[in-house]
C-alpha cells in the first residue's frame, strides 16, 4: 500500500499544487510567528495558535489531495468560532496527553509513545469531519481505523527521509573531492532547500491519502467505539451501539 499512497501523493504533486505548496510554507511560518508572539505573553496561548493552524493545514492537505479549491483564509478555519476551537484543542490535547503517559512507561516508554503517535494520526481528521464522535472518543476512533496501517504509516514517513539523507550523506562525502567537490556541495545545498521545502507539503498529502485509503476500506465506523464495520449492520457488534 505504501507505494500506491505515495504514487497517489506524487500524482498530486505532478500537478503542480503552487497555491498548496504556497500555503504550506505560510501556514509554517505563521504558525512559527504567531506560537512566538502569543507564546511570549502567554506560552499556552502559543502552543493553542500552533495546534489550530496545523490542523487547518491537515484539513488543507486533504482537500488538496482531492483535489478541491484551497485558500488562504482555509488557513484560518479551526478559528472560525468557539466551538470548532475548543473541539479541535481538547481532542488534540487528549491526544497528547495519552502519548506522553505512554512515554512515562520505564525502559519501553518512548517504543509505545512512538506505536499511539501514529496509532492517533488521524485524529485530526475526525475531530473536524467526524463531529458525532465525542472529543475523547476521537483517539479511540483513530486507533480502529489504523488497525493494520501503523507500520506502513511509519514507513511512509521514514522511506523518503532516509532517502534524502543517504543521498545527502554520498553528496557530502563527494564534496570532500578537490575543486570537483564545489559541484556536489552545490547540488547538496540545493537538494537541502528543495527537501525543506517540499516534505511538508509531500508529508500532508501521503497523510491524507492514508485518510482517503483507511475511510474507502471499511462501509463504516461505530461512533462510540471506533470499530472498523465490514458490513451493514443495525448496531456495533464490539460495543451494542445503534449504527446510524
Do not use: H
Request: proline letters at 5%; one cysteine or more.
Amino acid at each position: 500500500m505504501m507505494m500506491t499512497i505515495y504514487g497517489r501523493a506524487l500524482k498530486v504533486l505532478l500537478k503542480k499544487p503552487f497555491k498548496l505548496w504556497g500555503l504550506s510554507l505560510l501556514a509554517i511560518a505563521l504558525s512559527g510567528a504567531l506560537s512566538a508572539l502569543c507564546g511570549f505573553a502567554v506560552p499556552i496561548l502559543g502552543i493553542a495558535v500552533g495546534l489550530l493552524i496545523s490542523t487547518a493545514m491537515t484539513i488543507i492537505f486533504l482537500r488538496g489531495y482531492r483535489g478541491e479549491d484551497v485558500d488562504v483564509l482555509q488557513l484560518f478555519a479551526c478559528f472560525k468560532d468557539w466551538a470548532t476551537a475548543k473541539r479541535v484543542l481538547l481532542g488534540l490535547g487528549w491526544m497528547y496527553l495519552w502519548i506522553f503517559l505512554w512515554s512515562l512507561i520505564p525502559i519501553v516508554g518512548p517504543i509505545f509513545a512512538l506505536i499511539r503517535v501514529y496509532e492517533y494520526r488521524l485524529t485530526p481528521y475526525i475531530l473536524v469531519f467526524e463531529p458525532e464522535v465525542p472529543i475523547t472518543e476521537a483517539i479511540k476512533v483513530s486507533s480502529q481505523k489504523t488497525m493494520g496501517y501503523k507500520l506502513q504509516m511509519w514507513l511512509a514517513d521514514f522511506v523518503y527521509a532516509a532517502l534524502f539523507g543517504i543521498v545527502a550523506f554520498v553528496l557530502g562525502l563527494f564534496s570532500a573531492i578537490p575543486v570537483l567537490g564545489l559541484l556536489f556541495a552545490l547540488v547538496l545545498i540545493v537538494l537541502c532547500i528543495a527537501f525543506i521545502v517540499l516534505a511538508p507539503l509531500f508529508a500532508g498529502l501521503v497523510q491524507a491519502a492514508f485518510y482517503e485509503e483507511i475511510n474507502s476500506v471499511a462501509v463504516a465506523y461505530c461512533s462510540g467505539c471506533g470499530f472498523k464495520l465490514t458490513e451493514k449492520v443495525d448496531t456495533c457488534p464490539n460495543c451494542g451501539r445503534p449504527i446510524q
